[in-house]
């Protein structure tokens, strides 16, 4: 069974620093690896997809990096605006199924 | 093009009635899927449709879970004799198909509320 831990479990910066994410998995016969963000009382907002074959993805501000040897996935937002305070979830695909972990709470202060 | 849409978006019950929930994929998504999100915890997978067939129903937590799904289209997901347990956020997802590359769309989600 696919599970997947996520660290810090929150995290507090002041606006313009940047923020690393972490998630770890711990099968790594995954299809691709998917990162969300997801504002208090709403859905799931999808940011980046990483494929198994990839190594990074890159939208923005935002870079997502795999490394499935190890089990790993790190989230980068560069220069952080108080609009990126949200809970950010990373969630593994095996198969057909995301397994996800219990996210990361982002606030950035002005 | 319209994303995921869920229905009702809030829903208050009271403990022992039933309830159904919708959702509508994205169109032409041939994949539906079915997640829960209780209170604290972390999101859990129910149940995915290809189609209309639900090849893997193991995430569903009891008998009293159900769902369906019309053709590749709308899907409900009913809860019998609800409990004050099954209180969580319902979200529904769709894909193109369930191969490697398939990236999931979520909805808004639906919150059960059972007094």
């Known amino acids: 069974k696919q599970e997947v831990t996520q660290i810090p479990a929150a995290l507090s910066v002041p606006e313009g620093e940047n923020l690393v994410l972490n998630c770890s998995f711990t099968d790594s016969a995954i299809y691709n690896l998917q990162w969300f963000r997801q504002d208090p009382g709403k859905g799931l907002t999808s940011l980046l997809l990483?494929?198994?074959?990839?190594r990074e993805q890159t939208s923005g501000r935002l870079n997502a990096s795999l490394d499935k040897s190890s089990g790993r996935s790190t989230l980068y937002i560069a220069a952080s605006q108080p609009g990126d305070s949200a809970t950010y979830l990373c969630?593994?695909?095996?198969?057909?199924?995301?397994?996800f972990g219990a996210g990361t709470t982002v606030t950035v202060r002005a | 093009g319209a994303g995921v849409s869920q229905s009702p978006s809030n829903k208050v019950t009271e403990k022992g009635k039933d309830v159904e929930l919708r959702c509508d994929p994205i169109s032409g998504h041939t994949a539906l899927y079915w997640y829960r999100q209780r209170l604290g915890q972390g999101l859990e997978f129910l149940i995915y449709f290809q189609g209309n067939s639900a090849p893997d129903k193991s995430g569903l937590p009891s008998d009293r879970f159900s769902a369906e799904r019309t053709g590749e289209s709308v899907s409900t997901l009913t809860i019998q004799r609800t409990q004050q347990e099954d209180s969580a956020v319902y979200l529904c997802?769709?894909?193109?198909?369930?191969?490697?590359?398939?990236?999931?769309?979520f909805g808004p989600g639906t919150r059960l509320t059972v007094l």
């Open positions: 990483i494929q198994s074959s990839q």
């Open positions: 969630a593994a695909h095996n198969d057909y199924k995301l397994s």
């Open positions: 997802a769709s894909s193109l198909g369930t191969s490697t590359y398939n990236e999931q769309f």
